[in-house]
């Protein structure tokens, strides 16, 4: 998919990229992300909806995700199929349950949630509460399979960084070399990027957290 910075009505939108385990083999570069495995969503009679695979790979093929909600209770939506979401396999939310896409009847209706931890892991919720001792995580053979774990598996568990667009690389270049009175003019408009509905929205800062933007998480001061 194409790196461009966008808006949508439902939210802003985001890539999934690995901070940690560190990764090296999968990806083209340093950096991992979500990314779809083939290109077609399935239809699943017994199961009245569409899936789609994912897998860890290069983040120049990272599915980019629509943020719906709040940090502690987050849907994922797909932007080129805003009705595929992230989904823990039939969410009995285990160790080793596999994630992918899905969509029931092909519509919007009962998308599983997520919350974003304090640590940068992301964990499903069960109903009303978080399952808070899982978390997104790696197969430990199978390094690009994307399942449950435990959150504190350090070895497995994944955290999630931040990522710049390139677009929004070229943008800081700029910046840097604006005058500092520049600078100073322009830096409270640049600090409210993101928010819903933004037409104009840019890249996400650097240094600033892809989901810290949602609910005011102070990613310095999570707790």
Not at 141 to 152: E, H, I, M, T
């Amino acid at each position: 998919m194409g790196a461009e910075s966008s808006t949508t009505s439902q939210g802003a939108t985001t890539f999934l990229i690995v901070d940690s385990p560190n990764l090296p083999r999968i990806g083209a570069g340093k950096d991992v992300a979500i990314v779809m495995k083939g290109h077609h969503k399935i239809f699943i009679p017994c199961l009245c909806g569409y899936a789609g695979e994912i897998t860890l790979g290069p983040v120049s093929h990272a599915i980019r995700f629509i943020v719906e909600g709040t940090k502690d209770c987050m849907v994922l939506r797909t932007t080129d199929d805003e009705c595929l979401s992230l989904e823990v396999n039939f969410r009995a939310m285990n160790v080793g349950d596999p994630l992918g896409l899905w969509s029931f009847f092909g519509g919007k209706s009962s998308p599983c949630t997520f919350c974003l931890n304090s640590d940068l892991t992301i964990s499903p919720r069960k109903g009303s509460s978080v399952c808070s001792n899982v978390a997104i995580g790696v197969n430990s053979s199978n390094r690009s399979r994307l399942q449950l774990v435990n959150r504190y598996d350090k070895k497995n568990r994944i955290t999630w960084r931040n990522w710049q667009d390139p677009e929004a690389k070229k943008q800081s270049q700029k910046d840097d070399e604006a005058p500092q009175s520049q600078k100073d003019d322009e830096a409270p408009a640049r600090m409210v990027e993101g928010k819903t509905g933004n037409t104009s929205q840019k890249a996400n800062i650097e240094g600033v957290h892809p989901l810290a933007k949602i609910d005011n998480f102070d990613m310095q001061n999570p707790d």
